[in-house]
């Protein structure tokens, strides 16, 4: 267990040094668009009735429209598999679950304006019509939640979906008797991007 806890101390030294060098590129960041409450959309302010989450919302956030409209077999696996990470000392943090298509689309906008082009926004953000996180079907965790599923997500049918995105999991039931299937790199690569 020690030597466990020692290898993960080296591994975050590293990595916090890599970020810090001059001229460096995390290639994969926390994302922090998707928990702002208070970006603006066309027509109004964006909110939790859109699907915005206050920092420190849980899966047991029932009053918060981002996890109240959560798939319920989506829902009923988080919410084992945080109680179970609970007794590891770990809480499942949400950034973002369910989101209305305006969020959705002003998060696309925004990642378009980020990256420079749809087509590169498209491996980080998909359109209201193919977004997992529209239909309730996916979850964007805080770090220590993401890398306590990264471990453990598979028995509660919890995956990981895409390589560079370490905080999106999603249901896949047949994952607790074969393990969760590979990963698409980004969604780019998901054939669910191109079916709406």
């Not at 101390?9 to 995390?26: I, K, Q, T």
């Not at 918060?64 to 499942?92: E, N, Q, T, W, Y």
């Not at 998060?107 to 990256?115: I, P, R």
């Not at 306590?148 to 028995?155: C, F, I, K, T, V």
Request: glycine share 12%.
């Amino acid at each position: 267990m020690r030597i466990g806890r020692i290898l993960v101390l080296g591994l975050l030294v590293v990595l916090a040094a890599l970020a810090a060098a001059p001229g460096s590129r995390s290639p994969v960041s926390w994302p922090s668009t998707a928990s702002s409450p208070s970006a603006p959309v066309a027509g109004g302010p964006l909110g939790e009735a859109d699907g915005a989450v206050p920092g420190g919302t849980t899966v047991f956030d029932d009053n918060i429209p981002g996890i109240a409209k959560l798939d319920a077999a989506l829902l009923d696996a988080l919410r084992r598999a945080a109680a179970d990470a609970a007794g590891d000392g770990v809480a499942f943090v949400v950034d973002s679950g369910w989101r209305s298509p305006a969020y959705q689309e002003h998060l696309l906008d925004e990642a378009v304006q980020k990256y420079g082009s749809a087509a590169e926004a498209a491996r980080w953000v998909a359109t209201p019509g193919t977004s997992a996180h529209v239909s309730g079907d996916a979850v964007d965790l805080g770090p220590a939640g993401a890398a306590w599923l990264s471990r453990h997500g598979a028995a509660y049918g919890l995956c990981r979906i895409y390589g560079n995105e370490p905080w999106h999991y999603e249901l896949r039931p047949g994952a607790v008797a074969r393990g969760c299937p590979a990963m698409y790199a980004d969604p780019t690569h998901d054939p669910r991007m191109r079916q709406r």
